[in-house]
C-alpha cells in the first residue's frame, strides 16, 4: 500500500481522509503540480515548485508549507514508496471552512495539501513514444485562466474521452481557429529545422516540460517560432509532438485522420526526447 503526504502527515493511503466542506472538492478551489521521478530523483523541481507559488499567488492562497519543506516530503514518498521511475502529485486547496459558501473562508483556514506518488516503470522507455500518438481536434471550451494549474480537469477529461471514442490518445484544443494545447499537455509542430509553438499567454499551461525543451532545442541550434498554428498548418507539418512531465517529448504521427510525413515519429522529436532525458536527469535532484 502505498504512503501518501497529508497535512503535515505520512499515511498509508486508505487512511488519508479529506473533509467533505473541502473547497477542493466542493469548488475546484485548488492547485496542483505533477513532477516526474527518473532514477528515484526529481526531475525539475525548482520549475515546479516556481509555478506552484505563482499559481497560489494569482488565486490568493497561501501556501502551508515551505518550498524547502516541500522538496523533503517529495523525496521522502518517493524512498518510502521506493519509486524509480514514476510521478508525484501534489495538490494544494483553500482548506475546508465547515460549510459550503462561494466567498472564501476566513484567512486563517488551513489549506489542504496532498501529495501521491504514481509508480511507473518503464515512463522513460515508454513504447507510446515509439509508436507515436493519434490526435484530434476539439474545441477549447476552458476558463480564460488556463496559465493556472488548478485542479478544474473535467473539459480536459471530457476531451480525453472524445479522443478515446475517436480511437485516438488525446485530443489538440482549438480557439478562434488556432491550437491552445493538448488536454494536459503542450502543442508542437515541426517545419524542416523549425519547431512551432504557441506563445505563452492566459490561454495556456506555462509547461515547465516546454520551457526545458525550447531551451534544449535552441542550445541544439534548432529554430524555434513561438506563435498560433491551425489544425491545417498542422497536418502539413514535416512532424508533431507534446511536452509534459508525466510524457516527456511525445511524437505525434496522426492529426484528425491525416497522417504526418510517413505516419511513423520524427527525428527531430527523438531527438528531443533524447536530450531532454538525458539532460533531466543530469540535473535531477
Ligand atoms: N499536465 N498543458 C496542460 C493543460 C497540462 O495539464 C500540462 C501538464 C501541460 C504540461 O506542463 P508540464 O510540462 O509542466 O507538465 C500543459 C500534467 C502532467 C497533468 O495534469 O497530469
Given at each position: 500500500m502505498r504512503t501518501v503526504y497529508l497535512n503535515g502527515d505520512y499515511l498509508p493511503e486508505t487512511e488519508a481522509k479529506v473533509s467533505i466542506f473541502d473547497r477542493g472538492?466542493?469548488?475546484a478551489d485548488g492547485?496542483?503540480?505533477v513532477t516526474s521521478v527518473l532514477d528515484g530523483k526529481l526531475i525539475d523541481f525548482a520549475g515546479h515548485a516556481a509555478r506552484l507559488e505563482r499559481s497560489l499567488s494569482e488565486l490568493e492562497m497561501r501556501s502551508p508549507i515551505s518550498m524547502d519543506d516541500l522538496l523533503e516530503v517529495h523525496r521522502?514518498?518517493?524512498r518510502v514508496n521506493e519509486?524509480?521511475?514514476?510521478?508525484?502529485y501534489l495538490q494544494i486547496t483553500r482548506g475546508a471552512p465547515?460549510?459550503?459558501d462561494f466567498a472564501y473562508p476566513p484567512e486563517d483556514t488551513e489549506p489542504t495539501i496532498v501529495l501521491f506518488t504514481q509508480n511507473k516503470p518503464g515512463l522513460a522507455n515508454s513504447p507510446a513514444a515509439?509508436?507515436?500518438?493519434k490526435v484530434i481536434s476539439i474545441a477549447d471550451e476552458r476558463w480564460g485562466r488556463r496559465d493556472i494549474k488548478t485542479v478544474q480537469l473535467l473539459y480536459p477529461s471530457m476531451g480525453k474521452m472524445m479522443a478515446k471514442a475517436a480511437g485516438c490518445d488525446?485530443?489538440?484544443m482549438v480557439e478562434d481557429g488556432a491550437v491552445t494545447e493538448g488536454t494536459s499537455n503542450n502543442a508542437y509542430i515541426v517545419k524542416g529545422n523549425t519547431i512551432i509553438t504557441r506563445q505563452l499567454s492566459n490561454d495556456i499551461l506555462h509547461g515547465i516540460t516546454r520551457a526545458a525543451v525550447l531551451r534544449f532545442a535552441k542550445e541544439a541550434q534548432m529554430k524555434v517560432e513561438e506563435r498560433p498554428f491551425t489544425i491545417a498548418e498542422a497536418q502539413e507539418a514535416d512532424e508533431a509532438f507534446i511536452t509534459s512531465a508525466s510524457t516527456f517529448v511525445m511524437p505525434v504521427v496522426e492529426i484528425d485522420g491525416k497522417a504526418l510525413g510517413d505516419g511513423t515519429p520524427g527525428s527531430?522529436?527523438?531527438?528531443l526526447r533524447e536530450i531532454y532525458l538525458d539532460e533531466s536527469r543530469k540535473a535531477a535532484v
Amino acid at each position: 500500500m502505498r504512503t501518501v503526504y497529508l497535512n503535515g502527515d505520512y499515511l498509508p493511503e486508505t487512511e488519508a481522509k479529506v473533509s467533505i466542506f473541502d473547497r477542493g472538492f466542493l469548488m475546484a478551489d485548488g492547485v496542483y503540480e505533477v513532477t516526474s521521478v527518473l532514477d528515484g530523483k526529481l526531475i525539475d523541481f525548482a520549475g515546479h515548485a516556481a509555478r506552484l507559488e505563482r499559481s497560489l499567488s494569482e488565486l490568493e492562497m497561501r501556501s502551508p508549507i515551505s518550498m524547502d519543506d516541500l522538496l523533503e516530503v517529495h523525496r521522502e514518498l518517493v524512498r518510502v514508496n521506493e519509486i524509480d521511475e514514476g510521478m508525484i502529485y501534489l495538490q494544494i486547496t483553500r482548506g475546508a471552512p465547515g460549510d459550503r459558501d462561494f466567498a472564501y473562508p476566513p484567512e486563517d483556514t488551513e489549506p489542504t495539501i496532498v501529495l501521491f506518488t504514481q509508480n511507473k516503470p518503464g515512463l522513460a522507455n515508454s513504447p507510446a513514444a515509439q509508436k507515436g500518438m493519434k490526435v484530434i481536434s476539439i474545441a477549447d471550451e476552458r476558463w480564460g485562466r488556463r496559465d493556472i494549474k488548478t485542479v478544474q480537469l473535467l473539459y480536459p477529461s471530457m476531451g480525453k474521452m472524445m479522443a478515446k471514442a475517436a480511437g485516438c490518445d488525446d485530443a489538440w484544443m482549438v480557439e478562434d481557429g488556432a491550437v491552445t494545447e493538448g488536454t494536459s499537455n503542450n502543442a508542437y509542430i515541426v517545419k524542416g529545422n523549425t519547431i512551432i509553438t504557441r506563445q505563452l499567454s492566459n490561454d495556456i499551461l506555462h509547461g515547465i516540460t516546454r520551457a526545458a525543451v525550447l531551451r534544449f532545442a535552441k542550445e541544439a541550434q534548432m529554430k524555434v517560432e513561438e506563435r498560433p498554428f491551425t489544425i491545417a498548418e498542422a497536418q502539413e507539418a514535416d512532424e508533431a509532438f507534446i511536452t509534459s512531465a508525466s510524457t516527456f517529448v511525445m511524437p505525434v504521427v496522426e492529426i484528425d485522420g491525416k497522417a504526418l510525413g510517413d505516419g511513423t515519429p520524427g527525428s527531430v522529436a527523438a531527438r528531443l526526447r533524447e536530450i531532454y532525458l538525458d539532460e533531466s536527469r543530469k540535473a535531477a535532484v
